[in-house]
């Protein structure tokens, strides 16, 4: 993982460590299930307060990049496969939906075609 923070941008050192993560995850560069380094130890490479670190690690999650995993870490989330389960049940709903099925025929067709 490659991050830098330049404090003579002007933009906050945790907006820099944030999108710096995000462009990497979005790019592909980190995959889902890499380990983040531990928020003291990335703030100390980068030298800024652990809680700039920890602040980019919370946005992140709650935008749902990553994942923290408690005493195990924080994680790259899966957000392709995320993403692409929730279009494909999207789709789905859209054409049950169009064939005037309710919630309860369109979950046992799926219930169905998963064999259970």
Known sequence: MKLSVDPS????????VREGIRSQVDSGTLEPGFRLPPVRSLATSLDVAANTVARAYKELEALGVVETRGRAG????????????RSAASTYVSSVRSLGLSDDEALD??????GH
């Open 9 to 16: 941008t002007g933009v906050p050192p945790f907006e820099q």
């Open 74 to 85: 924080t994680f790259v989330a899966g957000r392709g496969v995320s993403s692409a389960v």
């Open 109 to 114: 067709a799926v219930r169905h075609a998963l």
